[in-house]
């Protein structure tokens, strides 16, 4: 008989047998079931008898064969769709509930249940996200909807570092890659609007160097806030020094200098401590779709608890994501009380507001070159007080008002 993929499953839909065959004259009846067409395969002699495979509906056949050749028949095994029904007839709700399982399935693979983004730096996942579902493209929408390359186009179109863009899907999943322009996307245009370069801070001027304009001030000046750095007002002159006209520039410089920032801050010596009593509460979180749960057990009115959990999305294949989610919920059980800072805690703390205080100036392209603070300890409160040194560019334009009087002038 032929083994292949057709016949096979044709065999298992009718049903097959495992027959062992003992009796007086074997021989015989396997030569009547070839005369009757009786199908056998995988015929082996084993343990004083032969082995083989027959189908169901030859099986219920070889009755008065059996009688002819005075043989015995003894069923091993039992393989088919009518053994398993046979079997499973009184478990109608377990097929009921198989069928309605593979029916939810197949609807939920028609809908995207999972978005992701790849290869953005410059605009966050939050961003791209937040301009999908402007676009009706949301979690939960059908796969047939998502026209993926008119999203490539809108991403190329509207973001304008975005210099390419693919969009797949993938299972339950929406894919979204993208590639942003390492370079600035465009030269800003050059102002040339007549203005002065005047101090925005007071200080001792460290480097000047002049592109244009004419400077009023040089290194080792001391320079009051608003002072004028560079003038935009450059007077022509004759041989003999006389002024013929003026000319007004838009003042462009690098003025540096050395600056002084006041510090003053102020915190409590004593702070709220927490410490875990070993005590701990597990839970469950549950989501489905749009709806969410914790199962906990509650706490008493005097009791703290801090939960930390932890959240799975439920996949069937790698990219057969379902709305589905869960995961647990460790609780544990804290005490607060008010507690002094210790010697080294005090440092920790002023050292914390201090990098805080530096990290905003140096965004601000502020260079530290000298920290003058230090802290006086009270009995509830330390203050921190001092002066920090600092070097930065300290140029700031200024447009020049009185050009129309100017020129009426001359």
């Excluded at 579902?133 to 979690?139: A, C, D, F, L, P």
């Amino acid at each position: 008989m032929g083994s292949g993929l057709p016949e096979w499953v044709s065999r298992r839909v009718k049903g097959i047998l495992r027959i062992k065959l003992t009796g007086y004259s074997p021989e015989r009846f396997l030569n009547l079931c070839n005369t009757k067409g009786i199908c056998l395969w995988d015929l082996v002699y084993k343990d004083d008898g032969y082995m083989f495979w027959m189908t169901l509906g030859g099986f219920l056949r070889v009755r008065p064969l059996v009688k002819k050749s005075q043989v015995r028949l003894r069923v091993i095994e039992r393989v088919g769709l009518p053994f398993f029904l046979r079997r499973n007839k009184k478990r109608v709700g377990f097929a009921v509930g198989a069928c309605v399982c593979g029916v939810s399935l197949y609807m939920l693979s028609l809908f995207i249940w999972d978005i992701q983004i790849e290869g953005n730096h410059r605009y966050t996942d939050e961003m791209i996200v937040n301009y999908l579902q402007s676009s009706q493209i949301t979690w939960g929408m059908r796969k047939s909807q998502v026209d993926c390359e008119k999203l490539e186009m809108a991403l190329r179109d509207d973001f304008p570092e975005v210099t390419w863009a693919a969009a797949r899907v993938s299972g339950t999943r929406l894919l979204i890659a993208v590639k942003e322009n390492e370079v600035l996307s465009s030269i800003p245009e050059k102002d040339e609007t007549p203005c002065n370069l005047v101090a925005s801070r007071p200080g001792v001027i460290a480097e000047i160097t002049v592109r244009r304009g004419k400077a009023q001030v040089k290194a080792g000046d001391l320079v009051e806030e608003g002072q004028v750095l560079v003038s935009g007002v450059i007077p022509i002159t004759d041989d003999s020094e006389t002024v013929k006209n003026i000319r007004y520039v838009h003042a462009d410089a690098d003025v540096t200098a050395f600056t002084q920032y006041p510090f003053s801050e102020s915190f409590s010596r004593m702070y709220r401590a927490q410490a875990e009593t070993g005590r701990k509460k597990p839970g469950l979180f549950l989501q489905a779709g749009r709806w969410s749960g914790a199962f906990l057990f509650p706490a008493k009115e005097d009791e703290h608890w801090v939960y930390m959990t932890e959240r799975n999305q439920i996949k069937l294949f790698s990219n057969f994501y379902l709305p589905l989610y869960w995961g647990k919920i460790q609780g544990r059980e804290v005490e607060y009380y008010d507690a002094f800072y210790s010697k080294k805690e005090l440092e920790c703390v002023a050292e914390g507001i201090y990098q805080n205080f530096v990290k905003n100036l140096s965004e601000k392209g502020v260079q530290i070159i000298q920290n003058n603070v230090k802290i006086l300890e009270g009995e509830s409160v330390c203050k921190m007080e001092g002066t920090i040194s600092a070097k930065e560019s300290i140029g700031q334009v200024q447009q020049i008002t009185d050009l129309e009087e100017n020129k009426e002038e001359e």
